[in-house]
């Protein structure tokens, strides 16, 4: 992750999630600060794929999902939002959640030599 010029310098959850939606690139939020999502390499793709792959299967026969980098997960508090590789949960709120996963059972990061 990569802090992004073109944003302001912090903001509440609120504010976050208003100007994130009008944003070409994902971005976290942490405790206020807003941090632009990186680029993966195709090693990290593939990773991400295998693990989704190991794994849908076996959650989806227990009614749980996993979703994949582009779901936004929040944490409990409200203060932190962001895009991990891949997540589960089993959560019937996540179940048919269409903004973000509040109740993730699971959180895997795929991570690089960088990180």
């Not at 206020?32 to 849908?56: F, K, Q, S, Y």
């Not at 999902?65 to 991990?84: E, L, Q, T, W």
């Amino acid at each position: 992750m990569i802090a992004s010029p073109q944003r302001p310098a912090s903001m509440t959850p609120e504010a976050y999630l208003d100007w994130e939606a009008q944003q070409e690139i994902r971005h976290e939020y942490i405790n206020g600060e807003i941090l632009a999502m990186a680029g993966g390499t195709v090693p990290h793709n593939d990773i991400a794929i295998n693990l989704l792959v190991a794994l849908r299967s076996h959650l989806q026969k227990r009614g749980c999902r996993i979703n994949v980098a582009d779901v936004k997960v929040k944490s409990k508090r409200g203060d932190r939002y962001f895009y991990p590789d891949l997540v589960v949960s089993c959560h019937p709120d996540d179940l048919n959640a269409t903004q973000w996963i509040q109740h993730p059972k699971v959180i895997i990061e795929v991570l690089s030599p960088s990180t």
